[in-house]
């Protein structure tokens, strides 16, 4: 099994990153190989950064995408995970590249992770959505067929090329406050994880995010009482989220909900270029 998760577009307050870091530091992952950024990235839009090492060496840390060993003893296939971050360009070469990696790897079935903006409250649990491939799948993983229509990211062409090399695939997308979009948001990460664990039955030791979650809801809890226009958004919201719960009489929102939250990120993001 593979599992993604790209830094940019897809991972609103990092949310599928810092699952996907957690999972390869609780695992021990082992790096495997790499992606060579000079086909895949323009670096005026996506830098290089510059890093002291003993506050002499300059090293420069160009945009990584990794493929990484993680070994489970206790289950029947390991797992491998792609580290990544969304390139510039020639999406169709990069992804067949990680199609025909995941092929020669024996990969079975390729999830993704990702995470977007939407009108939720931090008070409540994290919305996390499942979509999958094919139908079969779907009811499998006990996931949602999607019928969302409109722009994409690296992880929707990473499923087509999947789609054309008979590799499964699913993803798994948390829905992140907009209100406090722009710092990372490790509850978001502690769901998805737990989803995934769910899908793969994989336990992962997350002691650490669960410790991060924690001091999040605090401190942003504390944040938005100081304002009181911001918490009178938030309760808004809170009980929004509670009714539409209840209408649907389930403890997720619908495929159809995420999608109209996202196509709604996506008209924000485009407004905001």
């Known amino acids: 099994m593979l599992v993604c998760a790209f830094r940019g577009w897809n991972d609103a307050a990092a949310a599928a990153s810092t699952a996907l870091c957690a999972i390869a530091d609780s695992l021990d992952g082992e790096l495997i190989a790499r992606v060579d950024p000079e086909e895949y990235f323009d670096f005026q839009s996506t830098r290089p950064t510059i890093t002291l090492e003993d506050g002499e060496t300059r090293r420069i840390d160009w ?26 360009l020639r ?18 079935l390729v999830i993704t992770l990702g995470a977007l903006i939407a009108e939720v ?28 229509e409109g722009p994409t990211g690296i992880t929707g062409v990473v499923h087509d090329l999947c789609r054309q090399a008979g590799i499964d695939s699913a993803s798994l ?15 978001a990460a502690l769901a998805l994880l737990r989803r995934l664990e769910g899908l793969t039955g994989i336990a992962v030791e997350a002691s ?22 911001i918490e009178e958004l938030v ?15 389930a403890d997720l929102p619908s495929a159809d909900t995420i999608a109209r939250e996202f196509q709604r990120f996506l008209r924000q993001r485009g407004n905001n270029t």
């Open 235 to 249: 309760a808004r919201i809170e009980a929004e989220q509670v009714d539409l719960l209840s209408a649907e009489g």
């Open 121 to 148: 409250s931090h008070t409540l649990p994290v919305p996390i959505t499942g979509l999958a491939s094919s139908q079969e799948l779907v009811d499998e993983l006990e996931l949602e067929r999607s019928n969302y």
């Open 63 to 88: 945009p990584e995408n990794n493929l990484i060993a993680a070994r489970v003893p206790t289950a029947d296939r390991d797992l491998v995970l792609l580290d990544g971050t969304e390139p510039n």
């Open 208 to 229: 650490e995010l669960e410790e991060e979650t924690t001091d999040y809801e605090e401190q942003i809890g504390r944040a938005v009482a100081a304002n009181p226009e």
């Open 173 to 187: 997308w948390a829905a992140v406050p907009h209100y406090v979009a722009a710092v990372p948001n490790p509850k």
């Open 91 to 108: 999406w169709r070469t990069f992804s067949e590249t990680i199609a025909t990696a995941a092929d020669a790897l024996g990969v079975e």
